[in-house]
């Protein structure tokens, strides 16, 4: 812990070191949550233009602009981008920042693997990017990358993503690791687990099943590799394998994930809505035991993903019987932040206009999750655009919304200055609409008959299709706006004080904004 | 585009009008068997639960978003929890799921019930088709896209059945219980058909149980629905029910034609003959991946244009498509096309794409090859890889 602590010893200047070197060599917390931010931001924009060439690509019937083999990998890398370089790395950027403010640290348990664990990510996203240039091009084999499509009959590229693959899975286990050290050994005197901010205990709960389930990713991967490269034949039938296998291992891995995506913005959400209702959190302790209930249930539902793969009638039940409970403490969830709510004094600025549409679109994703649930019902729902539309309403009014809420709740905090409350309105509102016209329609041409992953459909498919694509660029577009709010926000703006939000509480509204380069040296009291 | 002869009207003329509608349609299909309408039913229920759940839960947030903004309701309350209200709304939704629980459970017991069927169907899923085989009955063939590929070029008009058209369907006879065996050669398929609600993985190694009774004569369209490669999209599936007695009528003539294709095979054939037949076989079993100017798509279609072994010795050249490429997406033909098919096709890439070799590979080298590796090895020909069986 010395380490830690001593972070200033006497003669070392307090402030950041000076020009690039500060971010290479830096294990401020702070520092790399922002370095975490960013490279969530720019994954989120590449992967992002990836969505536009998809769409681009299915706004019209007939193929147009990219072969059925480039469009492949188009969705396979907007997948994985996505999942492993936007969601995830923004969720740890922000449990880096806001972590040790909000339990009164003085920084992360473990700096210097902290500084590690992000700086293999741009290796392991320059990995997998560049493979899009190697001969045969880069996967393309969906992001659930399926064997033996990823493995027999994979291009050459596998190989390097495969090993992209096993740096992000460090990346995240180092990060988990740090979480769960820092929660478990730095809190203030005072702070105990039932007072700690929602935010941290899903974040907490969040890094047990990303050390729980890592490995298995990393296990999988390593199967193929064992496939391609040595002889082995864990998923090629012609050798004994058994291909059904894969989908067992990855999903274990899979559903879990998941929930890693949207805990830590069910914690944020389950900050900004109590600050802009001016009233606590209804049920604080029930959130906390369905955090805990949902990340159980989370491993014993993986094969509602494999329905029509041919499971037992026995296994079938069981993972429909689970798949349905998952839903229980999800509402409780729900209905927390409504109770929360009501009879607030609620205002709406950006943070909070992002957590009510949290809420309520979550919702929706997680009423097309009761639907998909029903395993008879699936076999007509599963692999089409059904199933998109309801992932895309869990992760990007979920996990997304619940990022933009964060980022401009705490932005006045990072930076010291408010952000620009009109244009972040804005924000709001053509996100908002753009995503529901990208994704609604989704779910009527799913039920209509239309699989997903396919560059080309028939013409009863055309009129939703061309509505989400327009959906898609609007939404596309917005972020850039997104971007001119923050850079704007950085460089100048009305001063934040300590503690912008008059309804907000917590420790992290109690040091000065911007946040000093070390906070809480000395721990703080906790009542 | 095909034409269909318009049987059992009522349902029929009900498809149809759906087909035309489908442009703004928002539901699921009902579809025409028992199973696909209990199917609907389920769908419709939670759909409703789903509604009713969201219509309170929405409607106190908007109630609240309204009424407590802080310009109507400056003083918040401070209460943050409730064990009563917490318990009763972890218990009433578990009670509903319960609820739900039961005709999903009954639904799929059903599902799971192939035991009894009149017919058994052998589907294997290859890229990028459709393998159908009769068990019992000696027929099987390949059902393929039949959709132009200029139309998906944007060259041409795309007709109401674009990418949903195949050269030949699969045909069920009516209120026969069918049962399907299907797997795969290669990759994981899906095989679906919506109005039949039957969805059931095509696995290689495996061999999944499925089936449907469809009660009246019609046409019923799907496609592969799960991620197998390159023309994933462009691999549809199309049943067609017919009345008992022209279902055998049908299972006769197919015999037959099969019978009439072996004879072929004796024939003797020009030059021209195969290379005009063999260019119709390209279209559809190799145009895919080598592309229709045998330029292919480098490095994982390689071209045939030039290449070593379309311009090399015959031998090699009959072995690699009778046997294909173990590992690779290069098919074992042997056992997809005909001999007449096989030399034809052999014969057309030896002697377009400026391949101009002028030599001709006739049927019976065909057959001479296949017996010989038969003899030479005891192994069936064109079966590198072990067939799901
Ligand atoms: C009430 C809660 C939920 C239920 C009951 C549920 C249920 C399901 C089911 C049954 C499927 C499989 C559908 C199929 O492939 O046929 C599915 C797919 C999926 N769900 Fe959920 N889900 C829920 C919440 C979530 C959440 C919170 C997330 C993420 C934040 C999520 C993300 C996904 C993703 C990414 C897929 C598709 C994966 C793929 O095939 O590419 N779901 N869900
Ligand atoms: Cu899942």
Request: hydrophobic share 50%; aromatic share 14%; glycine share 8%.
């Amino acid at each position: 812990m010395s380490a830690v602590i001593d972070h200033g010893h006497g003669d070392h200047p307090h402030g950041p070191a000076p020009g690039l070197m500060r971010w290479v060599l830096t294990t401020n917390h702070k520092d790399i949550g922002t370095l975490y931010l960013w490279f969530s931001f720019c994954a989120f924009l590449l992967g992002g233009s990836f969505a536009m060439v998809i769409r681009a690509e299915l706004f019209q019937p007939g193929l147009q602009i990219v072969e059925p083999a480039f469009f492949n990998q188009m969705t396979t890398m907007h997948g994985l981008i996505m999942v492993f370089g936007a969601v995830m790395p923004a969720f740890v950027g922000l449990a880096n920042w806001m972590i040790p403010l909000m339990i009164g640290a003085p920084d992360m348990a473990l700096p210097r693997m902290n500084n590690f664990s992000f700086w293999l990510l741009p290796a392991a996203f320059g990995l997998l990017v560049s493979t899009l240039f190697m001969e045969g091009g880069g996967p393309n084999f969906g992001w659930t990358f399926y064997a033996p499509l990823s493995t027999t009959y994979a291009p050459q590229s596998v190989t390097f993503f495969i090993f992209a693959i096993h740096l992000m899975g460090i990346s995240s286990i180092m990060g988990a690791i740090n979480v769960i050290a820092t929660v478990l050994n730095l809190r203030a005197p005072g702070m105990t687990l039932m007072k700690m901010p929602l935010f941290v205990w899903t974040w907490l709960i969040t890094a047990f099943l990303l050390i729980a389930v890592m490995p298995v990713l990393a296990g999988v991967v390593t199967m193929m590799l064992m496939d391609i490269h040595f002889g082995t034949s864990f998923f090629s039938a012609a050798g004994g394998g058994d291909p059904v296998l894969f989908q067992h291992v990855f999903w274990f891995f899979g559903h879990p994930e998941v929930y890693i995506m949207i805990l830590p913005a069910f914690g944020a959400v389950s900050a900004i809505i109590p600050t802009f209702s001016r009233k606590p959190l209804f049920g604080y302790t029930s959130m906390v035991y369905a955090t805990g209930a949902i990340a159980f249930l989370s491993f014993i539902v993986w094969a509602h993903h494999m329905f029509v793969v041919g499971i037992p009638v026995a296994g079938e039940l069981f993972f429909m019987y689970a798949t349905m409970l998952i839903a229980v403490p999800t509402g409780v969830k729900v209905f927390n932040w409504v109770s929360t709510m009501w009879r607030g004094s609620l205002t709406f600025e950006a943070p909070m206009l992002f957590a009510v549409a949290f809420v309520i679109l979550f919702t929706i994703g997680g009423f097309s999750g009761l639907m998909l649930a029903i395993a008879p019902a699936d076999f007509q729902y599963h692999d089409t655009y059904f199933v998109v539309a309801h992932f895309h309403y869990v992760l990007v009014p979920g996990a997304i919304f619940g990022i933009f809420a964060s980022a401009y709740y705490w932005l006045p905090k990072w930076t010291g200055h408010m952000y620009d409350e009109r244009l972040a309105k804005l924000h709001f509102w053509l996100s908002f609409v753009g995503m529901n016209l990208a994704f609604f329609p989704m779910h009527f041409v799913g039920l209509a008959g239309m699989p997903r992953r396919i560059p080309d459909y028939n013409l009863m498919f055309a009129d939703f299709n061309r509505v989400s694509s327009l959906g898609a660029f609007l939404f596309g577009a917005t972020q850039l706006l997104f971007l001119y709010i923050v850079v704007k926000c950085i460089r100048g703006g009305e001063p934040a004080p300590a503690k912008p939000w008059d309804g907000a509480h917590g420790l992290e509204w109690s040091v000065p904004s911007p946040a000093p380069y070390h906070t809480f040296s000395t721990p703080p009291e906790v009542e | 585009m095909m034409r269909h002869p318009r049987l059992g009207m009522g349902l029929l003329a009900c498809s149809a009008l759906s087909q035309a509608q489908a442009a703004w349609d928002v539901n699921m299909r009902q579809g025409v068997t028992e199973v696909s309408r209990s199917v609907f039913d389920l769908h419709m229920t939670i759909f409703w639960i789903c509604v009713v759940i969201g219509v309170l839960v929405f409607g106190a947030m908007f109630w609240s978003m309204f009424a407590h903004r802080r310009s109507r309701h400056p003083q918040p309350a401070h209460f943050h929890e409730n064990t009563r209200v917490e318990l009763l709304w972890t218990v009433v939704p578990l009670v509903i799921l319960i609820a739900m629980a039961v005709p999903a459970t009954r639904t799929l017991l059903h599902i799971y019930d192939p035991s009894d069927p009149d017919l058994d169907i052998q589907i294997t899923g290859h890229q990028w088709k459709w393998h159908y085989k009769y068990l019992g009955e000696d027929v099987e063939f390949f059902s393929n896209l039949a959709t132009d590929r200029e139309a998906i070029g944007n060259r041409a008009p795309k007709g109401d059945h674009y990418l949903l058209e195949v050269d030949q369907p699969l045909v069920i006879p009516a209120g026969a219980k069918v049962r399907f065996l299907v797997g795969a050669a290669d990759v994981i398929h899906s095989w679906w058909v919506p109005e039949l609600a039957v969805k059931k993985d095509a696995i290689p190694g495996f061999i999944n149980e499925a089936w449907t009774r469809a009660p009246e004569p019609g046409l019923y369209r799907g496609q592969c629905t799960e991620l197998c490669g390159k023309d994933h999209g462009f691999m549809p599936i199309v049943v067609e029910v017919k009345a008992p007695a022209d279902y055998a009528a049908w299972l006769a003539g197919k015999k037959a034609a099969a019978a009439e294709s072996k004879a072929q095979a004796g024939k003797v054939w020009t030059l021209e003959e195969l290379v005009a037949h063999g260019e119709q076989v390209y279209k559809t079993a190799c145009a895919a991946c080598h592309q229709p100017t045998g330029e292919g798509l480098p490095p994982v279609f390689p071209a045939l244009k030039g290449s070593k072994i379309a311009t090399g010795p015959k031998e090699g050249h009959i072995e690699r498509v009778v046997n294909g490429k173990p590992g690779t997406a290069m098919a074992a033909f042997g056992k997809q096309l005909s001999e007449v098919d096989l030399a034809a096709v052999i014969s057309y890439e030896r002697n377009a794409f400026g391949n101009a070799l002028g030599d001709m590979v006739t049927p019976q080298d065909i057959l001479a090859f296949k017996q010989a590796a038969e003899a030479g090895q005891g192994m069936q020909p064109g079966q590198p890889q072990p067939q799901p069986q």
